[in-house]
């Protein structure tokens, strides 16, 4: 990889954003509120959750998780980050009529985990600039690039659909111009020259049609 990529790889941030999705046997929430919020004394702890009643017509919520804590969580079993969010959710919705039970079925990503990720999104960190980001998305010979981290939306789910299409784009075009390359060295190969003093024609097949160009030989 030349020197100014893997520069550029550096300069530009990658984090953590991990995602918990709990399922409940029962809506103990308001379903139609946005979110959860909840302010934890360690910072970061499990502090949002989102209601996805309204889409999905069933009690289940997602937790987003980012930033240190998002490491720090990571390093917790399963039965230590459910028991710790029930424990919170007891603590925002739980009271003497009503205590907020187990999930049912649950889902946690574990993004820096994972070795062929180490991470979930890009951000512009201190000192990085959309010039990095612009170096990031240049091919390598053959080799291209597309994602979040290479297009003008840095972090988004839309950028890395964005940027594939821009890829795509790009190496049609150079099919097709190879094609072209390639069509006009076939047809070179076919060439021949019929002379008359001062004056040759070329003759070549396009398409199984002869094609005389007049051609006027120098001084």
Known sequence: MPKHKREAIHK???????K???????????????????????????????????????PILMCFVAADFAHEME????????????????????????????????????WYSDPYSRGSYSFMKVGSTMNDVNTLAEPVGRLHFAG???FVYPGYT?????????EAKRIIALI?????????????LNL??????EHCAVTYNSNDADVAVPVVAGL
Request: proline share 4%; glycine share 10%; charged share 20%.
């Open 192 to 197: 021949s020259v019929v002379s008359e003093g």
């Open 20 to 58: 918990i999705v709990l399922q409940f046997p029962t809506l103990f929430w308001n379903p139609t509120v946005e979110g959860i919020g909840f302010v934890s004394d360690v910072h970061g702890e499990f502090n949002f959750f989102i209601n996805l009643y309204p889409f999905l017509n069933q």
């Open 12 to 18: 530009v941030g990658f984090g953590v954003m991990n």
């Open 176 to 188: 097709k111009e190879q094609q072209q390359q390639e069509a006009l060295a076939r047809s070179l």
């Open 148 to 150: 979040e981290a290479t």
């Open 75 to 110: 390093k917790m079993s399963d039965e230590e980050i459910i028991g710790r969010i029930v424990e919170i959710l007891n603590k925002t919705h739980g009271n003497a009529n009503q205590v907020v039970p187990e999930p049912v079925k649950y889902k946690i990503t574990r």
């Open 158 to 166: 839309h950028g890395g659909y964005m940027s594939g299409k821009r």
